[in-house]
């Protein structure tokens, strides 16, 4: 591969990671205003659903080729994620939320040893078991887990349901007839606003928020502006952005790229937001990170496709 080609993908990886890390700034305020977690996802679901339907038309074969894993990734890789990720930074810190999601490699590899029944390397193992000790650090178990509890397991939630996105991609990516990622992407999102239309029921939906101004840090900003960087940027933007650079880059490089998401969001909510952590807290989103990456990292991939490295984003999500 020419070193331009990879200098330009890791450059629109980088990027992705920005994008997708700044959902969650930009969403936790609409929520303060009064806006449900559940609309909120619902908003974001439906409007990238709403751009995106140009690739869902292009790619209609997918409807009859590959039902199963686009109703499987529209209901967990994009309802799922992001309905747990929003509903847990609803209640705790928006960095604190995304940690938690990031659990979701480690416990890929628990499914895979005690479910799929197949060895994980030590080094995989030692990747999860630094990122639970990570976990307990970032909710200060000693502390009597002095974090909103229902957030916590919101937050676990969202990791399970990120795992179970890696085992679509895999299914996805096998054999010679791979999906088309943007295809899929576009149908997760159209499959995921049904799934939360029934869920959310947002003609229930408070819209005079959307019409109204939200506070970031002090500051009132116009909520359709905060709602366009949700959809646009961290949603549209991010996932598209995403898939070029994977085209570039090995999806193993790429992932690697990804987990910048957790670090640039809890940055951004420091910054924007005024969440700060405790050094406990930072010490343990390290951890967190670090042992979601050793564990991903030492987990056999997939052949080189595009659709495995699109999906260990979050969505999700967040």
């Given at each position: 591969?020419?070193?331009?080609?990879?200098?330009?993908?890791?450059?629109?990886?980088?990027?992705?990671?920005?994008?997708?890390?700044?959902?969650?700034?930009?969403?936790?305020?609409?929520?303060?205003?009064?806006?449900?977690?559940?609309?909120?996802?619902?908003?974001?679901?439906?409007?990238?659903?709403?751009?995106?339907?140009?690739?869902?038309?292009?790619?209609?074969?997918?409807?009859?080729?590959?039902?199963?894993?686009?109703?499987?990734?529209?209901?967990?890789?994009?309802?799922?994620?992001?309905?747990?990720y929003f509903a847990s930074l609803s209640r705790i810190p928006v960095g604190v939320?995304?940690?938690?999601?990031?659990?979701?490699?480690?416990?890929?590899?628990?499914?895979?040893?005690?479910?799929?029944?197949?060895?994980?390397?030590?080094?995989?193992?030692?990747?999860?078991?630094?990122?639970?000790?990570?976990?307990?650090?970032?909710?200060?178990?000693?502390?009597?887990?002095?974090?909103?509890?229902?957030?916590?397991?919101?937050?676990?939630?969202?990791?399970?349901?990120?795992?179970?996105?890696?085992?679509?991609?895999?299914?996805?990516?096998?054999?010679?007839?791979?999906?088309?990622?943007?295809?899929?992407?576009?149908?997760?999102?159209?499959?995921?606003?049904?799934?939360?239309?029934?869920?959310?029921?947002?003609?229930?939906?408070?819209?005079?928020?959307?019409?109204?101004?939200?506070?970031?840090?002090?500051?009132?900003?116009?909520?359709?502006?905060?709602?366009?960087?949700?959809?646009?940027?961290?949603?549209?933007?991010?996932?598209?952005?995403?898939?070029?650079?994977?085209?570039?880059?090995?999806?193993?490089?790429?992932?690697?790229?990804a987990f910048l998401e957790a670090v640039v969001a809890t940055v951004f909510a420091?910054?924007?937001?005024?969440?700060?952590?405790?050094?406990?807290?930072?010490?343990?989103?390290?951890?967190?990170?670090?042992?979601?990456?050793?564990?991903?990292?030492?987990?056999?991939?997939?052949?080189?496709?595009?659709?495995?490295?699109?999906?260990?984003?979050?969505?999700?999500?967040?």
């Amino acid at each position: 591969m020419q070193a331009s080609g990879r200098n330009a993908g890791l450059g629109l990886a980088l990027v992705s990671a920005f994008a997708f890390g700044g959902s969650g700034v930009a969403a936790k305020p609409l929520i303060e205003a009064g806006l449900d977690p559940l609309h909120m996802v619902w908003l974001r679901v439906a409007g990238a659903a709403l751009v995106l339907s140009p690739l869902a038309w292009r790619h209609r074969g997918l409807l009859l080729r590959r039902p199963a894993l686009l109703a499987g990734f529209g209901l967990v890789a994009v309802a799922g994620v992001q309905a747990f990720y929003f509903a847990s930074l609803s209640r705790i810190p928006v960095g604190v939320a995304l940690l938690l999601e990031y659990l979701g490699p480690a416990l890929l590899l628990g499914y895979i040893r005690f479910v799929q029944r197949k060895p994980v390397t030590r080094g995989a193992a030692a990747g999860a078991a630094v990122a639970v000790v990570g976990l307990a650090c970032v909710v200060e178990i000693w502390a009597g887990l002095s974090l909103d509890l229902l957030g916590v397991l919101f937050g676990l939630a969202a990791a399970c349901c990120q795992a179970f996105y890696f085992v679509f991609a895999d299914q996805g990516a096998d054999g010679d007839d791979a999906p088309d990622p943007l295809g899929v992407i576009a149908y997760g999102m159209l499959v995921g606003t049904l799934v939360m239309t029934v869920i959310a029921r947002p003609w229930e939906m408070d819209w005079q928020v959307l019409g109204g101004q939200a506070s970031v840090g002090g500051t009132l900003v116009p909520a359709p502006f905060l709602l366009a960087w949700v959809v646009l940027i961290a949603t549209v933007f991010a996932y598209l952005t995403g898939v070029v650079s994977v085209r570039r880059l090995s999806p193993q490089v790429a992932g690697v790229v990804a987990f910048l998401e957790a670090v640039v969001a809890t940055v951004f909510a420091w910054i924007l937001l005024g969440e700060h952590l405790s050094t406990w807290q930072i010490v343990g989103g390290g951890l967190v990170l670090g042992g979601a990456f050793i564990a991903q990292s030492s987990r056999p991939h997939p052949p080189a496709d595009v659709l495995p490295a699109v999906l260990d984003r979050e969505t999700t999500t967040a």
